[in-house]
């Protein structure tokens, strides 16, 4: 099992970013998934989260409306794109595997948002 | 929401020392609770799930109890790639959210 995730760097505040995750090893499509964050020498938050198919979608308060999840089965990758990004947005992104919880995390990317 | 808490914030503790770490939920969330281990500058790593049942490939020195509101982790005997922190994670709500974490460090 491999989760590969992709697409951090720097953005102002108020920009747009789109986080991506590259699964193998598994048969991606049986799997709902997670994006979670850990800011800075802090503690873990899911960010959001995916059904197998793709619908329905579930965001914590402070990201429904400027965060959107997505999946594409057929190339076993998730997707976080980003948008109104805030300094609090800041943290590490983790891409993982639910199934009896969260199995599987990948190694992470990292989100600064700064001016 | 529900809120969940660890004690102690910090732990230390010597090497074959039996160690505990508490997790309680603010509301009941049955036995919906997980365990995970994160090593410094790695990813989470699950320890158990359904408050009991060790997850595959962690050593049986491990082991999770409780239900309801109150959950314990135990370590039966620390071994030195033990150092690091811990959390508990409810997933009885879609926001499955996390305690605040439990450094165990070397005495």
């Known amino acids: ?115 | 929401d529900i809120q969940m808490t660890q004690s102690p914030s910090t732990l230390s503790a010597s090497v074959g020392d039996r160690v505990t770490i508490t997790c309680r939920a603010s509301h009941y969330i049955n036995t919906w609770l997980a365990w995970y281990q994160q090593r410094p500058g790695k990813a989470p790593n699950l320890l158990i799930h359904k408050a009991s049942t060790l997850a595959s490939g962690v050593p049986s020195r491990f082991s999770g109890s409780g239900s309801g509101t109150e959950f314990t982790l135990t370590i039966s005997s620390l071994q030195p790639e033990d150092f690091a922190t811990y959390y508990c994670q409810q997933y009885d709500t879609q926001s499955c959210t996390f305690g605040p974490g439990t450094k165990v460090e070397i005495k």
């Open chain 1, 1 to 115: 099992v491999q989760l590969v995730e992709s697409g951090g760097g720097l953005a102002q505040p108020g920009g747009s970013l789109r986080l991506s995750c590259s699964a193998s090893g598994f048969t991606f499509r049986n799997y709902a998934m997670y994006w979670v964050r850990q800011a800075p020498e802090k503690g873990l938050q899911v960010v959001a989260t995916i059904s197998k198919s793709g619908d329905p979608t579930f965001y914590a308060d402070s990201e429904r409306d400027r965060f959107t999840i997505s999946r594409d089965n057929s190339n076993d990758t998730l997707f976080l794109q980003m948008t109104g990004l805030r300094i609090e947005d800041a943290g590490i992104y983790y891409c993982a595997i639910w199934n009896y919880a969260l199995d599987f995390w990948g190694q992470g990317t990292l989100v600064t948002v700064s001016s």
